[in-house]
C-alpha cells in the first residue's frame, strides 16, 4: 500500500512543494515514479526510478527518497503546476499507486 | 509521433459485455508492455494489468483477475480490455499506458482515457 500526504497542499506560485509518498513495505530497487494529472487529462510520467526525471520535465521537480519513503519537490510553484500528483511504485508485484495529493491554489 | 489512441467513451447497463481498444502507433508495438489503469470518479490511479503483445505474456493484479480480459492484436497495433459482465461499479475512466522501456513499469505514454458509465 501506497499512502500520500498530504491529501492537499494549499500553496502560492513560488513556493515550494513538499509531496510525500509512504509505503507499507520497501519498494525494490527504489522504483518509484511521479505523475502529474490534471482535470480531464491523462497523467503524465514526471519521475522514474525515485529521482530521474521523465524527458522534457523541467528541473524544479525533483525526486527523492529510498526504501519506503519517497519524496516529490517542487521548488518553485508556477501556476501550471496546480495539480494532482500520484505516485506509484513498480519494483513490487503488482505495481500500485498513492490515492494521489492535490497541489491548489491558496 | 508515438501514442496511443483509445476507443470512445461506452454506456451499458449492469451485466452487458464490453471491449474497450488502444491503438499504438510511432513504435514497435511488439517490443513494449502495454498497460491498462482504471480511475474512479474522483479517485486516485488503479493498475489493472498488462500485456506484451509479442507473445500475448499477460500479468493481471490480483484485484482484477478473473473480472477483466486483457488481449492484444499484433497484427493491428491494438491492446484491449473487456468485461464479460459488467458491474456499476466498473464506472470509470480507463487509460492504456505504454512504459519507458520493455524492463520497467513507469509509464510515459498514456492513451486519452475512455469514460465507461455502467447504469440502469
Known amino acids: 500500500v501506497l499512502t500520500q500526504s498530504p491529501g492537499t497542499l494549499s500553496l502560492s506560485p513560488g513556493e515550494r512543494a513538499t509531496l510525500s509518498c509512504r509505503a507499507s513495505?520497501?519498494?525494490?530497487?527504489?522504483?518509484v515514479a511521479w505523475y502529474q494529472q490534471k482535470p480531464g487529462q491523462a497523467p503524465r510520467l514526471l519521475i522514474y526510478?525515485?529521482?530521474s526525471r521523465a524527458t522534457g520535465i523541467p528541473d524544479r521537480f525533483s525526486g527523492s527518497g529510498s526504501g519506503t519513503d519517497f519524496t516529490l519537490t517542487i521548488s518553485r510553484l508556477e501556476p501550471e503546476d496546480f495539480a494532482v500528483y500520484h505516485c506509484?511504485?513498480?519494483?513490487?508485484?503488482?505495481?500500485?499507486f498513492g490515492q494521489g495529493t492535490k497541489v491548489d491554489l491558496k | 509521433e508515438v501514442q496511443l489512441v483509445q476507443s470512445g467513451a461506452e454506456v451499458k447497463k449492469p451485466g452487458e459485455s464490453l471491449n474497450i481498444s488502444c491503438k499504438a502507433s510511432?513504435?514497435?508495438?511488439?517490443?513494449?508492455?502495454i498497460g491498462w489503469v482504471r480511475q474512479m470518479p474522483g479517485k486516485g490511479l488503479e493498475y489493472l494489468g498488462i500485456?506484451?503483445?509479442?507473445?500475448?505474456?499477460?500479468r493481471y493484479s490480483p484485484s482484477f483477475r478473473g473480472h477483466i480480459t486483457i488481449s492484444a492484436d499484433k497484427t493491428i497495433n491494438t491492446a484491449y480490455l473487456q468485461w464479460n459482465s459488467l458491474k456499476a461499479s466498473d464506472t470509470a475512466i480507463y487509460y492504456c499506458?505504454?512504459?519507458?522501456?520493455?524492463?520497467?513499469?513507469?509509464?510515459?505514454?498514456w492513451g486519452q482515457g475512455t469514460v465507461v458509465t455502467v447504469s440502469s
Open positions: 499506458a505504454r512504459p519507458l522501456t520493455v524492463s520497467s513499469k513507469a509509464f510515459d505514454i
Open positions: 510511432g513504435f514497435r508495438f511488439t517490443n513494449y508492455w
Open positions: 500485456i506484451f503483445p509479442y507473445d500475448s505474456d499477460t
Open positions: 513495505q520497501s519498494v525494490s530497487v527504489n522504483y
Open positions: 526510478g525515485a529521482s
Open positions: 506509484q511504485q513498480y519494483g513490487n508485484s503488482p505495481p500500485t
